[in-house]
């Protein structure tokens, strides 16, 4: 009967009071729980923010792992090395005495023992030992006794 006062204090205006009470109630209980849940989750966000740091530094620890056993791996072979070139010089070192190559060769032999010699020129060494000291050749038709 009366549209306007019904307007502002009628029933369509309190049941929207009612309405937006409840809407407000909803969001503010959906608010509480969803803080519920973040706080119950707050150790599953840290775990999860540390996870790069965390592959990283066990890519680091896997790496540097791997960069010391192949440097003991390199060491170990570097002395297999030189103790190849000691017993080298021992077996060769009276035979190229009689052949006057043992001054030569004995250095040849150091230059191969160097580490800051750089690989292509090592690789000229032995291709030098292997073609210029006859101390170092198999022994040849005219050194092999006759039957």
Partial sequence: ?????????????????????KLKLD?????????QILRANAINFAV????????????????VRTWALREEEALCKFGLV????DRLCKAVESHAK???????LREDIFDLAKLDMGMPDKLIV???LKWMYSCLLPYSSSRLPRL
């Fill in 48 to 63: 999860l923010a540390a996870l790069p740091a965390f592959g990283l530094s066990l890519l680091l620890l896997v790496f």
């Fill in 82 to 85: 030189l103790y190849t070139l």
């Fill in 1 to 21: 009967m009366h549209p306007i006062k019904n307007l502002f204090s009628g029933e369509l205006a309190r049941a929207m009071l009612i309405q937006i009470q």
């Fill in 27 to 35: 969001l503010e209980s959906g608010l509480l729980e969803m803080d």
């Fill in 126 to 128: 032995v291709s030098r």
């Fill in 98 to 104: 009689e052949t006057g190559e043992w001054l030569s």
